[in-house]
């Protein structure tokens, strides 16, 4: 497809479960983001890969959390024994520059509730 | 990282002007100011993003103050699409590249 590309759209894991989020940027984009969005706030900052290196984690909430591109496309976050805190939006982004601006593109999200 | 501070709601008749103010008294010379909006349950949308200078596309319009401190994103005849929430974001730079703190935005209700 032509956009990002996120699955699942809904997961609903029950608490100490471990979840993996599933991101398809845009072809041939470099940079790949994610955000994390907790009802009726707005996106915040979790990490961000230049092709296959994590440049940036810096936003991740816990050591629980974990990203990889490994192959600089496709991008896995991983939960691992969620929390009811956890529950949120995730949202990937890319963009075919280094960093994000006016040509980043955003997933509709993955949106996580864990009981 | 220079923050931003917007209204959290505001209403707009659809044909209307909308008018969406930002604060930002903190940014810098060479940071950017961005705008984004996020329609109910979608990713966030590039709308618009300048400097110094105003700026307009197909979308909308950007005034930006001589001072830099606050800007106004203006959508010159509001639809009812329009409703969304939208945030005025400075672009902070992080490790090699760039990021978007996105705060929590204003909620644009357009009504008939």
């Known amino acids: 497809g032509a956009g990002v590309s996120q699955s699942p759209r809904y997961k609903v894991a029950k608490r100490g479960q471990d979840v993996a989020l599933r991101c398809d940027p845009i072809s041939g984009h470099v940079s790949l983001f994610w955000y994390q969005q907790a009802l009726g706030q707005g996106p915040e900052f979790l990490t961000y890969f230049q092709n296959e290196a994590q440049l940036d984690k810096s936003g991740l909430p816990s050591d629980r959390f974990f990203a990889e591109r490994p192959e600089g496309s496709v991008s896995t976050l991983k939960i691992q024994r969620t929390q009811q805190e956890d529950s949120a939006v995730y949202l990937c982004a890319s963009s075919p520059n280094e960093g994000l601006g006016t040509e980043a593109f955003f997933g509709q999200g993955t949106r996580l509730t864990v009981v | 990282d220079a923050k931003t501070t917007q209204p959290p709601s505001m209403d707009c008749a659809e044909g209307r002007a909308a008018n969406l103010p930002c604060n930002h008294s903190t940014i810098s010379g060479n940071e950017y100011v961005y705008w984004y909006r996020q329609i109910h349950s979608q990713g966030p949308q590039y709308i618009i993003h300048?400097?110094?200078n105003n700026e307009t596309n197909e979308m909308a319009s950007l005034i930006i103050t001589e001072d830099r401190k606050s800007s106004t994103l203006i959508l010159p005849h509001a639809t009812l699409r329009d409703t969304a929430v939208y945030y005025c974001?400075?672009?902070?730079?992080?490790?090699?590249?760039?990021?978007?703190?996105f705060g929590k935005g204003t909620s644009l209700l357009v009504t008939p």
């Open positions: 300048g400097l110094k």
């Open positions: 974001i400075v672009r902070v730079a992080i490790n090699s590249g760039y990021a978007l703190n």
